[in-house]
């Protein structure tokens, strides 16, 4: 049995549906098990946010999905991190999270399990590509494996219309008002991708 952690922090949703897109994948291989989970929020995030509805909404939707641990991250043969662009890289959120895992780093305990990141940004050039990269920074310091999106299996990146994917993640564009909701070729690259980890994780669950 490979365990899988589908492990997210959403503001407004986007990354919350394609960190479900990516479950189903993992559920389409046999032999393993899914968990799904969200980073804390900050409470000067929710006093400053929780005047927009849609950061409510979207938090209300998530209320049912439980906060990650470090016990989670331990038991995870295979993770995934949904992760929205902050200024072209990771949230604080998830940054504070990596931080307080330091006992992982030094005990080894994420090293040679592969990873995969998946990410969202309102502009198809607002950082996409750069969220990926600069997230693959702490995901090598903790000794990870990292996965990508392969052309061969995405046929949907081969396109000029303003969805995202690339060879380093799955994506969704949010559009510049945020009100564009994950697409279905968006979706799919996501699920392809859980899928992708979970058969990684799998082949090399006590192997390395
Ligand atoms: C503080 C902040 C910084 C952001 N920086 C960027 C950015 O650099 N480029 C961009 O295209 N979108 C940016 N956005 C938009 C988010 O990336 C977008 O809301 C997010 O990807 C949607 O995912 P979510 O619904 O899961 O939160 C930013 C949003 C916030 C709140």
Redesign the pocket.
Known sequence: MANILVVYY???????EMALAAAEGVKQVDGTEVKVVKVPEFEVTKKYMSQQDAYVK?QEAQADIPEVTLDDLKWADGILWGI?????MMPAQIKQLLDSAGSLWANGDLEGKPTAVIT????IH??QESTAITSFVPLMHFGMIYVGLPYGENPEQMTSEGIGGSPYAASTV?GAD?SQQPQDAEKTMATRLGKRVAKVAKALKGNL
């Open positions: 959403s503001s407004y949703g986007h990354i919350h979207a929205p662009t902050r200024y072209g969202s940004s309102n502009t607002g950082g949010a945020g």
